[in-house]
């Protein structure tokens, strides 16, 4: 790319790249993740205060010449993601976004693009467990890859339910009704998603239907689970976005894999999922997502191609280097705080 570095804000991505053109550039980067033409950078995490972290995860995609990486804060009640571009050519900065939206797509897409390939092809009961901030967006993607008729969702608080089911009958044509439990939520669901920032797991593989799928994408903490051990047993396939990422930061897989580390053997990635076409099996499936950098330049990627296409984005100012400044000390004083002079 040799067009001038952008600028992209929140509203510039959401106007460039829905979620339906998302889960389609997420399943084409995953297949070149399986031909090993990406490089996936794995996430660093630093936790601080009472719920606050720190992240950065990067990637590169060597063919298309591009890569890098995504940091953000979040406090426990506030996050700010942005997302940095560079051309792998020249090292140039290609474009700065802003990550919110971003964020929220690549999160939502890869649950669209793992249920499309998991899931039964008509299923159409789906259970939401959890109303949070992504809530929204998971729903939607699978209401993108699967023919819904019914959703049940359930979280704790009943004025936040309430005020979700309102608005997603809203936005959905199908039913979309409000339990008043996890349990009651999950009963002979097709699909169940988990995207919650439970401490204590609360779903059992016992509650999970024959044949359902699952996405659990809320516990990306260390600190967080949302599913008990037995639903490793009750899943006849194990997904992952990434094993290293659940190796590192998920608590179901650490102390899944703590028990016996040969069970890793036993994990797929859903990048070799995509790239084999193979049909989807009869028993439990279930993904895990933990978010990774190749997610992210996928639908960065896109973003950046149709702001260029369509002249959207702030030019930023050409990167030009500069010389460091330096004082050299004269007195002691200047070293020390006394009087006396070299």
Known sequence: MTEKTIYLTEADVAALVDLNEAIDALHAALVLEARSETLNIPKSLGLFGAGGSLHSLGSAFPGRGLGGFKTWANTGTAGVAMMVVFDLASARVVAILEAGVLGQLRTAAISGAAT??????????MALIGTGRQAMMQLAAVAAVRPLQRVRVFSPTPEKRRAFVDQAREAFPFAVEESGSACAAVDGADIVTLVTRAREP????EMLA??????????????NAEFSQDVFDAAELICVDSIAGVQENSSEFRGWLDADPQRADGIVPLSEVLASGSSRRGGVTLFKAMGMGISDLAVAQLAIERAHQRGIGMPMPDHKRSSVRWRVLETAQDATGGAQHV
Do not use: C, Q, T
């Open 116 to 125: 499309r390939a998991l899931a039964v092809s008509m299923a159409s009961e």
């Open 210 to 223: 024959p044949g359902a799928h699952l996405n659990a994408v809320g516990a990306i903490l260390p600190k």
């Open 202 to 205: 609360f779903l059992a593989g």
